[in-house]
């Protein structure tokens, strides 16, 4: 999810920044609907913010295999505050693991948006809602929406890295060694981010309901 | 009981990090690094700044200071006492006064 600077070719890296800009501009109009609608929401976008900057630029290391790799935060953003807030999030984590801590770059930026905010996001608040509409609990319906978030964050990124550096092989095949070669280490973090996501729900249903009471968040 | 089985966990993946002998590189840089490779392409830098040495150690650890810091602060805000106070008060963190 944090495809360096000058992987992807000038074209490729437009063609990711046009979505991902539109999705961003989205989040944003979102967040300031939020913050007029709801001031008391903004202590929890703050903590989301922050949680999912560190959590995305975190390395966690996997035992037995010797690799780390990033859990991304965004499923959770997602679940607590809406997808497209969490797009606004997690973009501006990019951004500043892109300037200040050599994570990802600026004209990949629009490609990490699109894996990590927008796939994380978006495809993590469907599981967990279309989950929800199945009947299974708060807590598993978050834990399944984090670990489909964060999967699909890296078959994102293998789709974006394989469309760049095929060469000569088809775009199939090297996405599929490309989303194979993550996801031993991955698994095990979408498992943990799994554990996570659910435990940090089930805690502030508990504690905090009123959280989780918006129309896109309602449990 | 719960705080017990949370430690003993971390207790157990501690000693399992330290156990494996690996060079415990970033999947960034192996996956990525060994596609861009195989193209023939190469990382680039568009940026003036390149963390070196343990520059790259100190902004890490301001970054995560900094991030910490602030999950701290609006967690008490949103779960503590305090903030219940507070938030009864109908007081919130970075709202302004409109007085």
Request: hydrophobic content about 50%; glycine content about 12%; proline content about 5%.
């Amino acid at each position: 999810m944090h495809i360096p600077e000058g992987l992807l070719p000038l074209d490729q890296a437009a063609a990711w920044y046009a979505p991902a800009m539109a999705f961003l501009a989205a989040g944003l109009a979102k967040l300031k609907r939020l913050f007029k609608e709801k001031p008391d929401a903004r202590p929890l976008v703050g903590l989301m913010g922050a949680f999912v900057f560190v959590v995305s630029l975190m390395p966690v290391p996997v035992p037995g295999l010797g690799t780390v790799s990033h859990p991304c935060g965004t499923p959770l953003a997602a679940i607590l505050l809406g997808p497209f807030a969490a797009v606004a999030l997690g973009a501006v984590a990019l951004l500043l693991q892109a300037l200040f801590f050599a994570h990802g770059g600026i004209s990949s930026w629009g490609a990490n948006i699109l894996s990590m905010a927008v796939g994380g996001s978006f495809v993590g608040f469907g599981v967990y809602r279309g989950a929800r509409r199945l009947g299974a609990g708060l807590g598993l319906a978050a834990g399944l929406g984090g670990l489909a978030g964060d999967i699909i964050t890296y078959a994102i990124t293998s789709f974006q890295l394989a469309w760049a550096l095929h060469g000569q092989e088809s775009i199939g095949a090297t996405w599929l060694a490309a989303f194979g070669s993550f996801m031993p280490t991955q698994i095990p973090l979408a498992i943990a981010e799994l554990f996570f996501t659910s435990g940090v729900v089930v805690f502030i249903y508990r504690r905090r309901a009123d959280l989780l009471a918006g129309p896109e968040t309602q449990p | 009981m719960r705080r017990l089985a949370v430690a003993a966990i971390a207790l157990v993946f501690i000693a399992a990090v330290l156990a494996t002998s690996s060079k415990w590189l970033g999947t960034d840089d192996t996956v990525t690094g060994g596609l861009a490779q195989k193209a023939g392409v190469s990382q680039t830098r568009l940026l003036p700044w390149n963390l070196t040495g343990d520059l790259q150690l100190f902004v890490f650890c301001a970054g995560g200071a900094v991030a910490g810091f602030t999950i701290g602060y609006f967690w008490r805000s949103l779960f503590s006492q305090a903030g219940k106070k507070q938030r009864s008060a109908g007081h919130c963190p970075r709202q302004k006064n409109e007085s």
